[in-house]
């Protein structure tokens, strides 16, 4: 399945480095999010956005930095990270209607197995 | 108490047995309701939406029951491939783009 991509798929980084993390979606939707699957816990919510601006930031460190330039890609800028920061990471669309973001299905990306030494 | 809640698991069962979990919420003004099944190492996939009078869809049949503030999830005639980990997701009324996911039941279907 294409419909929301994800790269890349494994990421080793050392805590100084400075990466980025691409999901791009095929679906026409206009509202995207970036959680983090940590081992044993749930899913967590960390950045939404709809038609391009951002609506929600979940009380995220400010060493990751999202970014939606339009409504088909969105970005996680990385920095300074630690190594609890390691985890899935996934992007996920939906589709925003009549201005309200419902809670539509959303469809996931396959993540990026992030590791932070 | 915690906003989503599941047993963790591992239920595991033989092939073709029917199996069961069901997912509390906290938030009795839920509204919207959901499924997901992940595989290992893989993203969670949308396996259905929970309606208020209950869906089915082939061998999964998904089930509200608001005045306990549970979903359920019954899966018959178990197959191998079914084994995975399946994750629910609540959506409260305010926010309603935020889903809260549970941390999943890892159900093993054994030969």
């Known amino acids: 399945e294409t419909g929301v991509t994800q790269t890349p798929r494994h990421l080793v980084m050392g805590m100084t480095n400075k990466k980025s993390l691409k999901c791009e979606q095929h679906l026409g939707h206009n509202a995207m999010y970036w959680y983090k699957q940590s081992a044993k816990k749930p899913l967590e919510l960390m950045f939404v956005y709809s038609l391009e601006e951002r609506v929600e930031n979940n009380s995220v460190p400010s060493r990751f930095s999202p970014e939606c330039p339009n409504s088909s890609h969105l970005f996680l800028h990385l920095h300074t990270l630690q190594p609890e920061d390691s985890a899935l990471y996934l992007c996920?669309?939906?589709?925003?209607?009549?201005?309200?973001?419902?809670?539509?299905?959303?469809?996931f990306g396959p993540g990026t197995r992030l590791t932070v030494l | 108490r915690k906003e989503v809640e599941q047993d963790p698991g591992p239920f595991n069962v033989p092939e073709g047995a029917t199996v069961a979990f069901n997912c509390t919420y906290s938030n009795s003004a839920s509204q919207s309701f959901f499924w997901y099944r992940q595989d290992c190492r893989k993203e969670p996939k949308l396996l259905m939406s929970v309606y208020s009078s209950g869906n089915e869809d082939g061998r999964f049949t998904a089930q509200l029951n608001r005045a306990s503030q549970y979903i359920s999830l019954l899966i018959r005639d178990s197959k191998l491939s079914d084994s995975a980990t399946y994750l629910c997701a609540v959506s409260p009324t305010s926010g309603t783009y935020k889903y809260i996911f549970g941390t999943g039941t890892r159900l093993k279907v054994l030969a």
């Open positions: 996920a669309s939906s589709q925003e209607l009549a201005g309200v973001l419902s809670a539509d299905t959303q469809y």
